[in-house]
């Protein structure tokens, strides 16, 4: 009997990656033909490096590129990212192969107790590594406080409060008053219902790629390439397409606070 060869997937490990890796290997199961397909889990320096804001850390790739060197030197197959992580020029000898239906690509305010934006008192406490958020906040409400947060959905859940992984989520001490995030990884992950406020594109830009996924491949990577088409989502592709090709006219990533919204 012949061996089934079997197809690795590489991702971070966090609930949101491992959410998204789930969701292509079950895009690939559906119509797999003598092969098994395999989550590989990879610690990236943004995961092992907590303590800094992202735009200290000063360099293109922190969530991705220990994925990617594991898809070069053949230790995965494919590679699965949130596209807004994914920086513009990928590595030599590496391509997108495939970008599946976008979610939501707005900003959700989760604030303390539901409390939306105008409800905050001038010098409210708001968490977010994010210095395109950090801008737009307080072009909206200079009288804020922004610090630094950085962690997984739930622990910046946690930070205002909300203790996701609870059986019965309640009321815990927080420290921020409020934080933003990603409609799409609240909705992926079945925690939308914490949401005080949704952000209109209108004026409050997301991240360039927000709310879609990227499996990345080697260049010469024809039959999993073949099998990626499937999934592949023409609109979306188009859309983000353009705020990537605008986030790379401009020079910036998380170190310029950037934000972009296209139509596909």
Same mark, same amino acid.
């Given at each position: 009997?012949?061996?089934?060869?079997?197809?690795?997937?590489?991702?971070?490990?966090?609930?949101?990656?491992m959410?998204?890796?789930?969701?292509?290997?079950?895009?690939?199961?559906?119509?797999?033909?003598?092969?098994?397909?395999?989550?590989?889990?990879?610690?990236?320096?943004?995961?092992?490096?907590?303590?800094?804001?992202?735009?200290?850390?000063?360099?293109?790739?922190?969530f991705?590129?220990e994925?990617?060197?594991?898809?070069?030197?053949?230790?995965?197959?494919?590679?699965?990212?949130?596209?807004?992580?994914?920086?513009?020029?990928?590595?030599?000898?590496?391509?997108?192969?495939?970008?599946?239906?976008?979610?939501?690509p707005?900003?959700?305010?989760i *604030?303390?107790?539901?409390?939306?934006?105008?409800?905050?008192?001038?010098?409210?406490?708001?968490?977010?590594?994010s210095?395109?958020?950090?801008?737009?906040?307080?072009?909206?409400?200079?009288?804020?406080?922004?610090?630094?947060?950085?962690?997984?959905?739930?622990?910046?859940?946690?930070?205002?409060?909300?203790d996701?992984?609870?059986?019965?989520?309640?009321?815990?001490? *927080?420290?921020?008053?409020?934080?933003?995030?990603?409609?799409?990884?609240?909705?992926?992950?079945?925690?939308?219902?914490?949401i005080?406020?949704?952000?209109?594109?209108?004026w409050?830009?997301?991240?360039?790629?927000?709310?879609?996924?990227?499996?990345?491949?080697?260049?010469?990577?024809?039959?999993?390439?073949?099998?990626?088409?499937a999934?592949?989502?023409?609109?979306?592709?188009?859309?983000?397409?353009?705020?990537?090709?605008?986030?790379?006219?401009?020079?910036?990533?998380?170190?310029?606070?950037?934000?972009?919204?296209?139509?596909?």
């Open positions: 009997m012949t061996a089934r060869r079997t197809i690795r997937i590489g991702t971070r490990g966090s609930r949101l990656a959410w998204q890796a789930r969701w292509v290997k079950d895009l690939l199961d559906r119509g797999r033909a003598g092969f098994e397909v395999e989550i590989v889990p990879i610690r990236t320096l943004g995961d092992r490096n907590r303590s800094e804001p992202i735009g200290a850390l000063a360099r293109q790739g922190i991705t590129r994925i990617e060197e594991a898809l070069l030197d053949g230790r995965c197959d494919a590679a699965v990212h949130s596209l807004k992580d994914l920086p513009v020029r990928l590595p030599e000898g590496l391509r997108i192969g495939a970008i599946l239906e976008r979610e939501d707005r900003d959700a305010l *604030g303390r107790g539901g409390a939306r934006l105008g409800d905050l008192p001038p010098g409210s406490v708001i968490g977010t590594s210095l395109r958020r950090r801008s737009q906040l307080l072009h909206l409400r200079p009288d804020l406080v922004v610090r630094d947060l950085r962690g997984n959905v739930p622990t910046r859940l946690a930070a205002v409060g909300i996701a992984e609870a059986e019965k989520p309640g009321p815990i001490e *927080g420290r921020f008053d409020a934080t933003i995030l990603a409609r799409a990884g609240l909705v992926r992950l079945g925690l939308d219902r914490f005080s406020e949704m952000f209109s594109v209108e409050f830009l997301p991240a360039p790629g927000q709310g879609a996924v990227a499996v990345e491949i080697r260049e010469d990577a024809e039959e999993i390439g073949n099998r990626l088409r999934m592949h989502h023409p609109a979306t592709a188009a859309a983000v397409s353009a705020e990537r090709a605008f986030l790379e006219a401009l020079g910036g990533w998380c170190r310029v606070p950037v934000g972009a919204f296209a139509r596909g």
